[in-house]
């Protein structure tokens, strides 16, 4: 199971976007995203100015 939800996010420059987040996944029954989520690849968001990344933490579900 993985739940993703569109959220509102603020840059460390102070611009507020949104973008859709995993805020849970269930690593049993998806491998590839487990391996996203060890290499810092998930929820990794660029802001529309292109000058800011921010990552979001994530919810592990066993
Ligand atoms: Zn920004």
């Known amino acids: 199971m993985t739940i993703s939800n569109l959220e509102k996010i603020k840059c460390p420059k102070g611009h507020i ?4 987040l995993i805020s849970a996944i269930s690593v049993s ?4 995203l487990k391996e996203a989520l060890i290499a810092g690849e998930v929820n990794l968001v660029t802001c529309p100015d292109k000058l ?6 994530i919810a592990w579900l066993k």
């Open 52 to 57: 800011s990344r921010t990552s979001n933490s």
């Open 17 to 20: 976007f949104e973008a859709q």
């Open 29 to 32: 029954d998806n491998f590839e």
